[in-house]
């Protein structure tokens, strides 16, 4: 079964005569278009960034153990990216508990999962930690000409 979130790209022939004649602009004058085909063509054949999570921020301390959550193949479907606000407290044993969301995303349910695993430097008492953890698609963005 195909599963999305597993894809990975797959590169047609480097070469054939019809793409050899396209890059080379033999159909260019074909369209009135204010993007060569030749352009075009090339440009489809640049390879897409894969997407990343970062974390952003961390207030007051940094994690000493901090998996970042993977990308949910929802979010990547629906081209959603973005950044994640957690807050949450963590004991003096250095984990992490009641954590919670400054809003509703489809990012939240991965973050949550990562944040559980999270370990902080152990202290006399805990303290409340906040974060944020920025999901990005890295979608090349149109370019006009």
Not at 52 to 64: C, G
Not at 92 to 98: A, K, L, Q, S
Not at 121 to 136: L, Q, R
Request: with cysteine; charged share 20%; hydrophobic share 35%.
């Amino acid at each position: 079964m195909f599963d999305p979130g597993k894809a990975e790209a797959t590169s047609l022939p480097i070469e054939t005569p019809i793409l050899h004649r396209l890059r080379s602009g033999q159909f260019d004058t074909l369209f009135d278009s204010k993007q060569l085909l030749s352009e075009l063509a090339r440009q489809a054949a640049q390879p897409v960034p894969s997407p990343n999570v970062v974390l952003q921020d961390y207030s007051p301390a940094a994690p000493i153990e901090a998996e970042l959550p993977g990308y949910p193949p929802i979010a990547k479907a629906a081209h959603v990216d973005g950044k994640v606000s957690v807050s949450f407290h963590v004991t003096p044993d250095g984990r992490t508990e009641n954590i919670s969301f400054a809003k509703q995303t489809l990012m939240q349910n991965a973050t949550q999962v990562a944040v559980e695993k999270w370990r902080f430097p152990e202290t006399k008492e805990g303290h409340e930690e906040h974060v944020t953890v920025e999901f990005k698609l890295n979608c090349p963005s149109a370019q006009p000409h």
